[in-house]
């Protein structure tokens, strides 16, 4: 776990850790408290059990010797009425004997105290049965009773021994149900202080960790705050947690680096001021002394200004005889421009009319290539006929002469078929120089077409020029006689501005000692 974790944590939840912290103590305590009590209840109750459980084995051991009381009665009265007391009285004895011993028995002790009980429940019946036999004898026959007491005796004497185990047996349980109570008592008790100690002590450390966690930082952000009462915006509190606190001196250091940021400028704006304040004295000073030279100058522009407007009346006139000769240039070009479109467009007419003859001599060429194959396939067959006719003989003769006529034609054919191709071919070269002199005829006129539409657009914009500076020349002349009207508004206006220098200066002054009061109170803090 990061060491920042429990500075960071907010106040809200440092108090509840506290408060659930001392809850939980508060529980552990209260647990404790309640186990002990219940087990106290447990002990008080087997305390109880076995203080009930001693009173009934004494009261058995005190009805064991009515019991030989009542016999020893009986023996002596014989009979009357002590005699009747005594047979009532041993009932009552005996029942209440048997009682207490089922007391003891059924008392839910431990299985040593049932034990005891249930050994002398044998002895404990002869001995009242002894009894009962001896008393009823007692009033019918004395002398059979009398000899019957040492019988009876000698029970009494045994449960005399045996009864009080059953003494000893609550005694012993009784002796550990008060030591279970005492270490009981005891380990509650403990159990206590340790809880309550260990519970102070925890809420004691969390506490002084809260308190401690909460208080220094405070102590360093008073004594910041002392500081910044003196006027230091130096200090810093050296918080880093992010609760409460921790926002709060993050706030305040935050407030003084922007107050340290804002005393500076005021510093700094106070000494630009008290620099600016001078500079503004001397320059109302110098502007006092130029208003009087103003005033001289106004004569002088007057003067000038009845120069300059005769001079922009005369540019006037010449601008716009310049703005004539510069339309008449533009007409001239545009003139030009059209005259070159329509030679362009001629000499794409005469391209296409010549490259149509090229391709006339192109088809004439191909005209004369089919009929030399004719010439030559004919030629081939009059060849043919001249053998046929050789290998006929007389018979052949008529045929060979016409055979070779025919050759001779073919032969003549294919001659005139050569010069034609020759000559289409001649054609076909001047087409082709014909049409690449006329491209570059086009070529040079379009260049031409676009340096006249080049000039044409420089025209109108010297005609726009000529006619925006003819304005401009007009516009001129009237500003020249305004000027000449304001001169004597300046000579006021520079009057004025040497009463308004004085009263510049007086506003100079208090800037002056306003800076300086600045600079006096931005030096009672240390940045």
Do not use: C
Request: hydrophobic share 45%.
């Amino acid at each position: 776990m990061s060491r920042s974790w429990w500075p960071d944590r907010p106040l809200g939840v440092k108090l509840a850790t506290l408060v659930l912290a001392g809850s939980l103590a508060l529980v552990v305590f209260g647990g404790i408290s309640v186990t002990a009590l219940h087990s106290t209840g447990e002990r008080t109750e087997e305390l109880l059990r076995t203080t009930t459980a001693t009173g009934s084995a004494a009261e058995a051991d005190m009805m064991h010797d009515a019991v030989r009381a009542d016999v020893l009665q009986a023996l002596l009265s014989g009979s009357g009425t002590r005699y009747d007391s005594a047979v009532t009285d041993l009932a009552d004895h005996a029942a209440t004997l048997q009682a207490a011993l089922a007391a003891v028995r059924g008392g839910g002790l431990g299985p040593d105290v049932v034990q005891a009980v249930d050994d002398v429940a044998d002895e404990v019946a002869a001995y009242l049965g002894a009894g009962q036999q001896i008393v009823a004898q007692a009033g019918a026959d004395p002398a059979t009773a009398t000899a019957q007491y040492p019988e009876f005796l000698a029970a009494f004497e045994g449960l005399e021994e045996a009864l009080p185990t059953v003494g000893e047996a609550v005694g012993a349980e009784a002796a550990a149900a008060a030591r279970a109570s005492a270490d009981q008592r005891s380990a509650a008790i403990t159990a206590s202080v340790a809880v309550g100690t260990g519970g102070v002590l925890v809420l004691g450390l969390l506490g002084w960790v809260v308190t401690r966690s909460v208080v220094r930082p405070l102590r360093k952000v008073r004594e910041v705050v002392d500081g910044l009462a003196d006027g230091d915006l130096r200090g810093t509190t050296g918080i880093t947690s992010t609760d409460e606190v921790g926002a709060i001196a993050t706030a305040l250091e935050a407030s003084m680096a922007t107050m340290r940021g804002v005393l500076a400028t005021i510093g700094d704006s106070s000494t630009t001021l008290a620099s600016a304040t001078e500079e503004l004295s001397a320059t109302a000073q110098d502007m006092t002394r130029l208003a009087g030279e103003s005033a001289h100058q106004t004569g002088i522009v007057a003067e000038t200004a009845g120069q300059v407007s005769g001079n922009v009346q005369t540019v006037a006139a010449g601008t716009d005889e310049m703005g004539s000769s510069i339309r008449e240039i533009a007409q001239n070009a545009t003139d030009v421009a059209r005259i070159a479109a329509q030679a362009v467009g001629v000499a794409g007419a005469a391209t296409a009319t010549v490259g149509q003859l090229g391709r006339s001599s192109t088809e004439i060429a191909t005209v004369v290539n089919v009929i030399t194959t004719i010439a030559e396939q004919t030629n081939l067959l009059a060849l043919n006929a001249t053998i046929e006719a050789a290998r006929a003989g007389d018979a052949g003769k008529g045929f060979a002469v016409v055979a070779n006529e025919v050759k001779e034609l073919a032969q003549e054919t294919a001659r005139a078929t050569r010069d034609i191709t020759g000559q289409v071919e001649s054609i076909q070269a001047d087409t082709r120089g014909a049409v690449a002199a006329i491209e570059e005829i086009t070529a040079i006129i379009a260049r031409i077409d676009d340096a006249q539409s080049t000039i044409a657009a420089a025209v109108e914009e010297q005609t726009a020029t000529a006619a925006e500076m003819s304005r401009s020349v007009a516009q001129a002349a009237v500003g020249v006689g305004q000027i000449a009207g304001s001169v004597g508004s300046v000579a006021e206006a520079t009057g004025a501005t040497t009463r308004a220098m004085g009263d510049a200066q007086v506003a100079i002054d208090e800037a002056a000692r306003l800076a300086a009061q600045l600079n006096t109170t931005v030096a009672r803090f240390r940045l």
